[in-house]
């Protein structure tokens, strides 16, 4: 793991080495073990390295190709290096390291930017062309790794791991885009290409980026995920495939010259790939959990379980010490707004991991492919209702249930509600967090105006709508595939894991079982209300019924009562006395809101973590001075 940043000279051209060196240091969180710059007439280069392989400096970036032509920088991993350096050897290349960057280089003379889908592992790399003038910026199939971009128009770009280390590029302005404000409001993240920041943007998962010396980048996609049918094969078969799959994803993922640990919820996808590292180990597993004081959010129980079962080395951590500290430090690693609260347990277990191991795996990634999520069921019983009955009968089913608010009703009003909308605008609003009408009167005046006419759907719904003739669960699995896992749970991940250092792997992410996975029948992955059919009988091989059939818990926290207790003053006093949050909202709004959560006329957990985040970034980054829109 490690970060990386560059420009090229022409955006700014008195950019020397300590520039460099600066947009390296803002994330030597990422690679605290060696940094180093290269800089020629054109480009400029930055690294920090977290050392996993090769631990000798000869393992440091950027890295040189033997013949000097070609130049790296490279954050990531690489699983099948082995395979590809011997195949490369026996073509007659030779190596200085046992290093996967060394690996990219030799394979990227051979194959150029072919050479990217022969790669399966997590990365973000910058390659430059010394003899072409050219610089490749790429990104891994699933979007494990982070690439942020500025671009000022020509071949005046800067790029960095964190949008932070952009914000060091002279010229680079803190110019708030008003449309993505209105995304996050929604979203509770900023879904790419776009960033909290005009000019600066994410280059999307599976995508590759060339400049070429005095032209504008082009941008390519080389990948992208096929759902199909797997001809002749039977569910037994499958699940006897899909296993062996994961076994040899987990095997490749726990290569690594440093102590290795996994994360544990208790839930069916943790807890199958401590399965699957506990049959692969020759020692036991170290495993880490993050627990809460309320019984509703806190699986600590059925973590320790699956911890006695595969006889791993567990530790706890409880979430109640310093909450507010806690929470404050978080917009610092993010760099834009970002409201998935699970980001807090994730900063403590990754923390807790890192005190004993410097790389965790992780079951990220299942719920996507295999159909997870609670929502997914919902979904389909809203589809079924809009594909069988009459609109007439719903529009009247969703008037008779009117504004009550007994949970019967509320659940029918939702439904028709849903069922009236076409489906990938119906999706839409599953994936999303405040009305319209309660966006349009939170943002302040100049932003409403900046956003009249803009509609944050085209985001995902465009990925809906890709899968056209598709099942509605291919339509949906697609959809967070290409939208809600890299920019949400992937992000989350990333910048809570390497906040301390830590390298965080995910099997079921490699792209060879999301294929797979695709390729499998809907009704496979779920029916009725039974999510994650193949997985859980390919993993009843493993792990017990009380693990593979408990409901669905989730990583998630008690904002509602936060909000009552322990946040209550430390969040009144952001949200409620920060005057320069005018700027992009309606103070007037943003106290109602607070008031009704308090005196127990709406719960607002959930909107009042997303305005709380969106104040601690401001108060961070903007520094409470006016931005420009």
Known sequence: MCGIAGFFRSLCPEGDARLLRRMGEVISHRGPDASGEFLDD???????????????????????????????????????????????????????????????????????????KRLNGMFALALWDREAKTLLLARDRIGKKPLYYYHAGGDRIAFASEIKSLLEVPGVERRVEPTAVADYLKYLYIPAPKTIYRQLYKLPPAHYLELRAGEEPRISEYWDVEFGSAPGLDQEEAEEELLELLQKATACRMIADVPLGAFLSGGVDSSAVVALMARAAREPVKTCSIGFDDKRHDETPYAREVARLFNTEHKEYRVSADLAGTVALLPRFFDEPFADSSALPTYHVSRLARQSVTVALAGDGGDESFAGYEKYAIELKEDLARRTLPRALLSLVGKAAGTAQHPLL?????????????????????????????????????????????????????????????????????????????????????????????????????????????RLPSRWKISGGEKKIILRKA?????????????????????????????????????????????YLSLDVVRRVWEEHQQGRALHGTLLWSLLMLALWHQQYQGGAACSN
Not at 84 to 89: D, T
């Open 42 to 116: 054109e480009v400029g280069l930055s690294h920090r390295r977290l050392s996993i392989l090769d631990l000798s400096p000869l393992g440091n970036q950027p890295m040189h190709s033997l013949d000097g032509r070609y130049v790296i920088v490279f954050n990531g991993e690489i699983y099948n290096f082995l395979e590809l350096r011997g195949e490369l050897e026996r073509e007659g290349v030779h190596f200085r390291t046992r290093t996967d960057t060394e690996v990219i280089l030799a394979l990227y003379a051979r194959e150029g930017v072919a050479s990217l």
């Open 410 to 518: 509320r659940k029918a009003r939702s439904l028709t509600r849903s069922a009236l909308l076409e489906p990938a605008e119906a999706y839409y609003r599953t994936n999303t967090f405040v009305e319209d009408d309660l966006l349009a009167e939170l943002l302040s005046e100049p932003f409403r105006r900046a956003c009249a006419g803009y509609d944050p759907a085209e985001l995902t719904t465009r990925y809906f709508r890709r899968m056209q003739g598709a099942d509605h669960v291919t339509a949906m699995l697609y959809t967070d595939l290409k939208s809600y896992l890299p920019g949400d749970i992937l992000v989350k991940v990333d910048r809570m894991s390497m906040a301390h250092s830590l390298e965080v792997r995910a099997p079921f992410l490699d792209y060879r079982i999301v294929e797979f996975a695709a």
């Open 539 to 583: 993993f009843g091989r493993l792990l017990p019924d009380s693990v593979l059939n408990r409901p669905k818990q989730g990583f998630t926290v008690p904002l509602d009562a936060w909000f009552k207790n322990e946040l209550r003053g430390f969040a009144e006093s952001r949200l409620l006395e920060d005057p320069t949050l005018s700027q």
